[in-house]
């Protein structure tokens, strides 16, 4: 069984190509192209990794992400940001809000953005007891 | 015969004085003029350092050792919204608010006390509050004393540069979003042909795949000479946090030349890492040595076709310098001082920006990065074609307990 990620990107070509790569590892994909679909995507508990671009008509990703780590949806969704900004503090934000990672998408090659997407769902070694 | 003393008649004697008397009422009258003439010369020059002074752009007043104002001049009234005449005498904390780049506020004796630190000369950015509100103001604090005996006094000039501040934020904005805006669809660029090249849309001709081999180089550079202008611009508007903090040089050149040793390898180079043991700790922000070393040592590899790069350190003078030395394409004494700008083409090195497929922002870059971290960057070349040292020192880190 493949694990289940959604993609809130508004960028078609990106979502399409993100998608495209993504289900060819045998992941389940889903996608919103703006942020109040997104979140309510995302409330629905089912996603096990979220890929959520910054940017986004209706609600940005900073938004979604305050609003599902008010609702205790993040230990178990793990979150990838999305970004072309490059902006530090926004980084920074993301991650107080609970995010794992981010991607630069211009910086990362497809297999790059599959390469992290499979390190991030890899299950960190239970310390031992 | 002996001549007597020779008598004069006393009306000769009279005729005589009266023209002494006229002699020297007539120079006296001259130089009642002459004293007249330069005390009108002296008004006139008065008045003519007062208008310049009074109407010059930057708002002037003078502040004796208490702080009160001794002069005022046009522009200061209309920045600060009082005439002189309310101000003289009055001290200069009660007139108007310095708030620092943090907001605390700031007193006009510390304002003196950072131009005297300064020994002579200190220019500085603050809030500035008075009657028509806030302005970002240019302050420059230089203290006089005319004579000895007088006490000192201190000349307070200050530019608005509220308008400035303003235009170079909505410049900044812009460039962010441009950047921005560029960078969207440079994604969907690089990451289909990266589809295409992974054959996912079926198998290319030889051909076919070293014309894709090109778009996806010219996509590379393009997505390069975006981050980079961000990245000066930033630097430009002081916008880039350092997070500073004692570091070993060593491990970072170790680490960032294993990075890059493939790179050399390609290329045939050999790259070296000598002197590095017993490298003392410096002050600087990890990931932005990182950025610098990255910087010259793919340089050095790029300009080099045949021989090695070698990357050393050594302690000199309160600094760790790191040297990257090739013996690559070199540059013209000529051209030494475009190295470091932006968009710097070696016009008689022979190298140019095009040739090389950088972004021309390189160099200027990690000038910019170095110096913010309080250290120097430099080049040295015996010529075209006979290698180049590209140079970076830091200052070595105090004691730490």
Redesign the interface.
């Known amino acids: 069984m493949g694990k289940k990620i959604l993609i809130v990107e508004d ?1 078609k ?2 979502r399409d ?1 993100y998608t ?2 993504l289900k060819d590892e045998g992941y389940e994909v889903d996608e919103a192209a703006e942020g109040e679909s997104g979140l309510a995507l995302c409330l629905s508990g089912k996603y096990d990794l979220l890929l959520l671009d910054i ?1 986004l008509p209706k609600k940005d990703g900073l938004q979604i992400l305050r609003e599902i780590s008010k609702k205790g949806i993040l230990p178990k969704l793990i979150v990838v940001l999305l970004t ?5 503090a926004i980084i920074k934000e993301g991650f107080a809000l609970g995010a794992t990672s981010y991607i630069i ?3 990362m ?3 790059q953005v599959v390469a992290e997407v499979k390190k991030v769902l890899t299950p960190k070694s239970p310390v031992a007891k | 015969m002996v001549n007597s003393p020779q008598e004069l008649d006393p009306v000769d004697l009279l005729k005589k004085t009266e023209a002494e008397l006229k002699e020297r009422e007539f120079q006296l009258s001259s130089i009642n003029q002459e004293v007249y003439k330069k005390n009108l010369e002296l008004l006139k020059e008065k008045r003519r350092l007062e208008t310049i002074l009074y109407n010059m752009a930057e708002a002037v007043f003078v502040l004796d050792a208490n702080r009160n104002f001794t002069l005022f001049n046009n522009t200061a009234q209309k920045l600060l919204g009082y005439s002189e005449e309310q101000v003289i005498g009055k001290n200069c904390d009660d007139v108007f608010f310095l708030y620092g780049e943090k907001g605390a506020r700031i007193l006009a004796l510390e304002l003196i006390k950072l131009a005297s630190d300064a020994s002579a000369f200190v220019k500085l950015d603050f809030i500035l509050e008075a009657r028509y509100g806030k302005r970002t103001a240019n302050i420059n604090v230089s203290q006089i004393q005319i004579s000895y005996e007088e006490r000192l006094e201190y000349v307070v000039l200050i530019k608005d540069v509220t308008e400035e501040k303003m235009i170079a934020k909505l410049k900044d904005e812009l460039i962010g979003i441009v950047s921005h805006e560029l960078r969207t669809p440079m994604t969907a660029v690089r990451g289909y042909l990266w589809m295409m090249g992974s054959g996912r849309g079926g198998e290319l001709s030889e051909k076919n795949k070293s014309y894709l081999a090109r778009a996806v180089r010219g996509t590379e550079r393009m997505i390069a000479l975006i981050s980079d202008i961000l990245n000066a611009s930033s630097l430009e508007q002081g916008r880039l946090d350092l997070k500073i903090e004692a570091l070993n040089l060593k491990d970072l050149i170790l680490e960032e030349v294993d990075e890059l040793r493939a790179r050399a390898e390609q290329r045939g180079l050999s790259l070296e890492v000598a002197e590095l043991a017993g490298l003392p700790s410096v002050y600087g922000d990890k990931r932005r040595i990182i950025e610098v070393l990255a910087n010259f040592v793919g340089n050095s590899i790029k300009y080099t076709e045949a021989g090695s790069v070698k990357v050393f350190g050594q302690a000199q003078g309160g600094f760790v310098k790191v040297m990257v030395t090739d013996t690559g394409k070199g540059f013209s004494a000529e051209d030494k001082d475009k190295l470091f700008k932006k968009f710097g083409r070696l016009d008689n090195s022979l190298v140019t920006v095009a040739e090389a497929s950088g972004t021309g922002l390189g160099l200027y870059i990690s000038k910019m990065l170095v110096e913010k971290m309080s250290g120097q960057v430099g080049a040295e070349s015996q010529g075209v074609g006979k290698g180049a040292t590209f140079w970076f020192r830091l200052p070595i880190a105090g004691t730490w307990k």
């Open positions: 960028e070509d990106i190509l495209e790569v940017m072309n900004l490059g902006i530090d998408k211009t910086e090659t497809p297999d």
